[in-house]
């Protein structure tokens, strides 16, 4: 008998003892459980304040004047803290993010610590290249409850983020296509564009002007060829964006073909007042030579006969009906030829082909011509012929478009000022301010 109770007593002894080793191991447990808890808590918070800072600061900076470091538009290189006092005017775009980080519970204080860095030049997230940048940091220094127990009796939080401001207002991005040597052939004519030239070949200029953006963005605005360059004269402005750079690939994917429809006869036009032209399909093209006050209706033209062409020689005050149109070459087809007249072509402003002003759908590079020559000419909207060599002689007035082309030779006129559009796949006219990283 008294050994059983013995034995029993020795067991509630073990238990006992098991008992209270265990109890340390389940309180640190439980601690861990809730400073892990507390911690991405708090972690959160801190990504919160460093986007809310980060895309403010973008924000405010597009709505500037330009993307240059100036009083409104504020650069930052290396890493600085936002001041603990911070005015309910910010001074600038950077001190807008710092009062944003500030309203969502985080200030340069005691435990807790904001950072930004900002500029124009090149940007630290890889694959992304704004005209300008932002970066908020945001960390928190937190005491732990249960896991102190164990010496750690704080731990660090923290979050980054960062924002770009894209630049889309002073040209038109511009591909050509040609590997050859002699893809971008300039003698002259003016050139500005705020998104960029990318020739997949060679250059060979000889007269001209090349303006790389305007104010926005210029730093990371460039004239990038993947071939040879061959120049003796013309400027290029900055000198300096005149740059060896990669081949890159069509830019527009997924635009559908118009198809044709029943052919309408073309209505050669000479002369006579206030003469519309309907929209449809033209097997046998387009010319006109004289007249005045001539409309284009909006919708689709279709040239789809064998070399069939939008002719124009003449004529004055041609234009596009409120909507906008589309000229569509196929592949039969020929092209656009302009050497005189008084002409303002409008791509259509919504629909499948918004943003489209002119698509010749040639398959074999190189083979066909765009002409624009003696004319007043303004096309505002996109030039997209992937496989047609572009030739500018004269146009005097700006051609407000992008233009992708197979090659791009130039003597005269004036192209400048973007549109864009949803098939641009990689640099195409949009701009704005977004959120990054």
Not at 38 to 64: D, H, M, N, V
Not at 160 to 188: E, F
Not at 288 to 300: K, M, N
Request: net charge positive; hydrophobic share 35%.
């Amino acid at each position: 008998m008294h050994r059983v109770v013995r034995l029993h007593s020795l067991r509630r002894g073990q238990a006992a003892l098991m008992m209270a080793l265990s109890v340390p191991l389940m309180f640190g447990l439980l601690g861990m459980v809730v400073d892990i808890g507390w911690s991405y808590w708090r972690g959160e918070a801190c990504k919160t304040a460093a986007q809310s800072a980060a895309i403010a600061s973008a924000r405010q900076a597009q709505l500037a004047s330009n993307l240059t470091c100036s009083s409104g538009v504020a650069c930052q290189s290396t890493a600085a803290n936002c001041p603990t006092t911070l005015p309910a005017t910010p001074a600038n775009n950077l001190m807008a993010g710092c009062n944003y980080a500030k309203a969502n519970g985080f200030i340069s204080s005691g435990k807790q610590q904001v950072y930004y860095q900002a500029n124009t030049g090149t940007s630290p997230i890889n694959g992304v290249s704004p005209s300008y940048w932002i970066r908020f940091t945001v960390t928190e220094q937190i005491p732990t409850t249960f896991l102190a127990v164990f010496g750690a009796k704080t731990t660090t939080v923290s979050a980054r983020a960062s924002a770009g401001v894209w630049s889309s207002a002073n040209g038109g991005c511009v591909y050509v296509l040609d590997p050859g040597n002699n893809a971008w052939a300039q003698s002259g004519g003016n050139f500005t564009t705020g998104c960029g030239i990318y020739d997949n070949g060679g250059v060979s200029m000889s007269g001209g002007n090349d303006t790389l953006g305007s104010g926005l963005g210029t730093s990371t605005v460039k004239f990038t060829y993947a071939g040879t360059l061959h120049k003796t004269g013309g400027n290029v402005l900055p000198a300096t964006n005149l740059v060896a750079g990669s081949t890159l690939s069509n830019p527009v994917s997924g635009l559908p073909a118009p198809v044709a429809g029943t052919c309408l006869s073309d209505p050669s036009i000479s002369g006579g007042i206030n003469v519309s032209i309907p929209a449809g399909t033209y097997c046998n093209g387009i010319t006109i030579s004289g007249g005045s006050g001539i409309t284009f209706a909006s919708g689709t033209y279709i040239f789809s006969g064998a070399g069939a062409s939008l002719n124009i020689s003449g004529g004055t005050n041609i234009t596009v009906a409120s909507g906008g149109a589309m000229f569509y070459f196929s592949n039969s087809a020929g092209t656009m030829n302009v050497s005189g007249g008084n002409i303002t072509l409008t791509a259509p402003t919504s629909g499948t082909y918004a943003g489209f002003a002119i698509w010749k759908d040639a398959s074999l590079p190189g083979l066909s011509n765009f002409n624009m020559s003696g004319s007043n000419t303004a096309i505002n909207g996109i030039i997209y012929m992937p496989n047609t060599v572009v030739n500018y002689s004269g146009s005097n007035t700006a051609v407000q478009q992008s233009i992708i082309c197979w090659d791009m030779n130039m003597s005269g006129g004036n192209i400048s000022q973007p549109v864009s559009s949803s098939y641009f796949s990689n640099g195409g006219a949009s701009g704005g301010a977004y959120l990054v990283e």
